[in-house]
C-alpha cells in the first residue's frame, strides 16, 4: 500500500499586483518561498490561488477566494510569502487576516510562522507596516517621474491611442504620440460619419467600407462611441493637471462640434421614421423631450401624428423619469406648414435671429488649477528662507523666477480672449430668404431641416422657440 501523506494541507496564497508591478516579488519567487516554507513547516500544498489584484484595494478585504476557501474547507492553512503579499495597506492586510482566523482558516507567513501564535503577530505587523510604506515610496517615485516627463513635454505613461504612434529621440526616449498613417485615415473617415449620423448607422458603414477596428473585429456601436469620447484624438492629453498637445487626428474645432451633436443625440434623440417632415427636429417645450411619432389605429383607419414621448406615464415611469404634462397629440396634416412658417418668420426677421443664433460667446478657460496651485507653492518656498532672514531678496528672487516666469505665462495663455464681433443679422436673413425661397418639396425642407439642425420646440399652444446652426458655421 502507499502511504498517505499525514502532513497538514495548506493552499498557497499569491498575488500579482496589477498596480504598477515595480518590486521584486513575482509569482514565481512566491511559489519558490512558499514551498521551503511549507516544508520546513511541516505543511503540504494542496492547491494554490492567485490573485491579479491590487492589496491597496480596501474593497478587496471585503471578499475574496481566501474567505471562499476558508468556508469550504474549516481548518484549512494559507500560506503567503510575505506581509506585503497579503495586502499593501496595514488595515487590509490585518483585516484579511484576521478574517480567515475568524473563518477557522490559519494564515502563515514564510519567515515568520503561524500567525495564530501571538508571538508572531509583533513581526507581522511591523513587516505590514513597512511594506506599506515601501508601496507608498515606489507609487511616489512612479508618478512624479511620469510627472517630470509631462513637464518636459513627453509622453509621461502607457501606449498611446489606437491610431497613433509613439515617436522617440535620437537617444530613444519616448517624446509624443503622432498619427499612424496606417490608421488615422479610418478615425478621420470615423468623425466625418458622425457629423451627420448617428452611432449605429456609423458602425454599419465603417464596416461596409471594411476600415479596421482596434481588436481587428467588426465595428459595433461601441467601438464608435468609445472612440469619439477619446478626446486625446483632438490631439490634447492631460496627465495630473499638464497639457500635452501634439499633431491631432481629428481637429479640435470638429471635435468640439462632434460632441456637441453627439450629446443632442444621446438626449434628444428623435423618431427614425421619415414618414414625418419633421421627425427628429421637434422636442416638447414642457420637458425637452423629444416630439415624436406616435399612431393609434382605429376601425376607420390609422392615425399619425407627433407626441411627446414622456406624455406616455407607462414609458416615463419605465425609465424613472417624471410623465409630461404636454399630452396633445399634434396632427401632421394641421402642425406641419404651421411650423414651417415658423421657421420661415424666424430665419428671415433679423430681429428675432439673436434668439434663433446667439452672438457667440468667449469660451472660458482657465490655467490648469493644480498646475497654478503647485507653482504658487513654490514661490512661496522660495521666499521663506528670506522671510526667515537667511537670504537677500535678490537671492530670493532669483530662486522664485523660474516659479513666477511659468505662473506668468500660463496667465498669458489662458488670459480672456476678446469677444467675437457679432453676426450680421440683416446680411443673415437675406440669406436665408434666398435658401428658402420657393422650398416646398417635402424631400428639400427635410433636407434642409438636417443641414441647419433645426431644433423646434413646441408646446401644447404651438412653437415656443428655434434653434439652428448657421449654414456658414
Not at 492553512?77 to 480567515?100: C, K, L
Request: include cysteine; proline fraction near 9%; glycine fraction near 8%.
Amino acid at each position: 500500500m502507499i502511504a498517505q501523506d499525514a502532513r497538514p494541507p495548506a493552499i498557497a496564497c499569491i498575488r500579482v499586483s496589477t498596480e504598477l508591478q515595480a518590486d521584486r516579488w513575482g509569482p514565481e519567487r512566491q511559489r519558490q518561498d512558499i514551498q521551503q516554507a511549507a516544508e520546513r513547516e511541516g505543511l503540504r500544498i494542496i492547491d494554490t490561488i492567485e490573485e491579479a489584484i491590487s492589496g491597496a484595494d480596501h474593497d478587496r478585504a471585503a471578499e475574496n477566494a481566501y474567505y471562499q476557501a476558508a468556508r469550504a474547507q474549516p481548518g484549512m492553512n494559507f500560506m503567503f510569502s510575505h506581509p506585503n503579499r497579503v495586502g499593501r495597506h496595514v488595515e487590509v492586510t490585518v483585516g484579511i487576516a484576521r478574517t480567515i482566523h475568524k473563518l477557522g482558516g490559519t494564515v502563515w507567513i514564510a519567515g515568520l510562522g503561524n500567525l495564530r501564535d501571538a508571538r508572531n503577530w509583533r513581526y507581522f505587523l511591523r513587516d505590514a507596516a513597512d511594506a506599506e510604506v515601501d508601496h507608498a515610496n515606489i507609487v511616489y517615485q512612479l508618478v512624479s517621474g511620469k510627472r517630470s516627463k509631462a513637464h518636459s513635454g513627453r509622453w509621461p505613461h502607457g501606449a498611446p491611442p489606437w491610431g497613433y504612434v509613439l515617436q522617440r529621440d535620437h537617444r530613444g526616449r519616448s517624446t509624443l504620440p503622432a498619427p499612424d498613417p496606417a490608421i488615422a485615415p479610418a478615425i478621420r473617415r470615423l468623425a466625418e460619419l458622425s457629423e451627420d449620423h448617428g452611432s449605429t448607422r456609423v458602425a454599419a458603414q465603417m464596416q461596409a467600407e471594411g476600415w479596421p477596428t482596434p481588436a481587428g473585429g467588426p465595428w459595433t456601436p461601441t467601438i464608435v462611441k468609445n472612440l469619439l469620447k477619446n478626446e486625446r484624438y483632438s490631439g490634447r492629453a492631460v496627465f495630473q493637471g499638464i497639457t500635452l498637445d501634439f499633431e491631432p487626428i481629428i481637429p479640435r474645432d470638429q471635435w468640439e462640434r462632434l460632441q456637441g451633436k453627439r450629446a443632442l443625440r444621446k438626449f434628444e434623440s428623435g423618431p427614425r421614421s421619415t414618414e414625418l417632415l419633421w421627425a427628429g427636429h421637434v422636442r416638447c417645450a414642457e420637458c425637452g423631450g423629444a416630439l415624436g411619432r406616435d399612431a393609434t389605429r382605429t376601425p376607420y383607419g390609422r392615425y399619425v401624428y407627433y407626441r411627446c414621448w414622456r406624455s406616455k406615464r407607462s414609458e416615463a415611469l419605465r425609465l424613472g423619469q417624471t410623465p409630461c404634462t404636454h399630452t396633445r397629440n399634434h396632427r401632421p396634416d394641421q402642425v406641419e406648414e404651421e411650423w414651417w412658417a415658423y421657421l420661415v418668420a424666424a430665419l428671415t426677421s433679423p430681429e428675432r435671429l439673436p434668439d434663433v443664433i446667439p452672438k457667440p460667446a468667449p469660451p472660458v478657460v482657465t490655467p490648469p488649477p493644480a498646475r497654478v496651485a503647485e507653482l504658487e507653492a513654490n514661490i512661496a518656498r522660495a521666499w521663506e528662507p528670506f522671510a526667515a532672514g537667511k537670504i537677500s531678496q535678490s537671492i530670493a528672487e532669483r530662486l522664485a523666477a523660474p516659479y513666477v516666469q511659468e505662473l506668468e505665462r500660463l496667465q498669458a495663455e489662458y488670459a480672456p480672449k476678446p469677444i467675437p464681433l457679432g453676426p450680421d443679422y440683416d446680411l443673415m436673413a437675406e440669406q436665408f430668404r434666398a435658401h428658402l425661397h420657393g422650398v416646398t418639396d417635402p424631400a428639400a425642407r427635410r433636407e434642409l431641416l438636417g443641414i441647419l439642425e433645426v431644433r423646434l420646440h413646441v408646446g401644447p399652444e404651438g412653437p415656443t422657440r428655434l434653434t439652428v446652426t448657421p449654414l456658414n458655421r
